[in-house]
T-cell receptor
């Protein structure tokens, strides 16, 4: 069955430091992979997606992610974190067993300290 | 600026009452998803529609939940009767084309059942 694991429930980084959020997936075929961000009280917003091709994907707000098939991972990175990046981050994989829907991870909460 | 709208944003009700949540997808999007978010379970897919037809509602408790799309501009999620365990944030999302592309999330309806 498809599943997504985000091993880190909470992560704290200093402003200006680099960031890496981990995502591991279990999927029988080539997955479609997504990272979404959720600010407090808001819905989810797409940061980036991977369907095929170049395994290093660029997204909005300076984020990037790398698809590593051998490690079943799709980690999200940012070279320098800003205070406004504090949010909940979700990794997702699809398609699900039911077709078009996605399976979301439990999320990683990012705290940015001054 | 096209966006998914949801009403109401907040709802407090008593156990046993009927709750109806509404969603207006982005004009032209033909895939609509309903998700529920709780601290314990994270983001769960309840149901989704394509071209107004339900494709999957296996995530929904059938005895009390129902989802419909009366027309292309309106999706509804109804709970009758509501229970305290239904307290959660309910998100609607819409997508274009085949639905595995970006899902655009609404701001959510925060439901509290007393």
């Amino acid at each position: 069955a498809q599943s997504v694991t985000q091993p880190d429930i909470h992560i704290t980084v200093s402003e200006g430091a680099s960031l890496e959020l981990r995502c591991n997936y279990s999927y029988g075929a080539t997955p479609y992979l997504f990272w979404y961000v959720q600010s407090p009280g808001q819905g989810l917003q797409l940061l980036l997606k991977y369907f095929s091709g170049d395994t290093l994907v660029q997204g909005i707000k300076g984020f990037e992610a790398e698809f590593k098939r051998s490690q079943s991972s799709f980690n999200l990175r940012k070279p320098s974190v800003h205070w406004s990046d504090a949010a909940e981050y979700f990794c997702a994989v699809g398609p699900s067993n039911s077709g078009y829907a996605l399976n979301f991870g439990k999320g990683t909460s990012l705290l940015v300290t001054p | 600026d096209a966006r998914v709208t949801q009403t109401p944003r907040h709802k407090v009700t008593e156990m046993g009452q009927e709750v109806t949540m509404r969603c207006q997808p982005i004009l032209g999007h033909n895939t609509v998803f309903w998700y529920r978010q709780t601290m314990m379970q994270g983001l769960e897919l309840l149901a989704y529609f394509r071209n107004r037809a339900p494709l999957d509602d296996s995530g929904m408790p059938k005895d009390r939940f129902s989802a419909e799309m009366p027309d292309a501009t309106l999706a509804t999620l109804k709970i009758q009767p509501s229970e305290p365990r239904d307290s959660a944030v309910y998100f609607c999302a819409s997508g274009a084309s085949w639905g595995l592309d970006e899902q655009f999330f609404g701001p959510g309806t925060r439901l509290t059942v007393l």
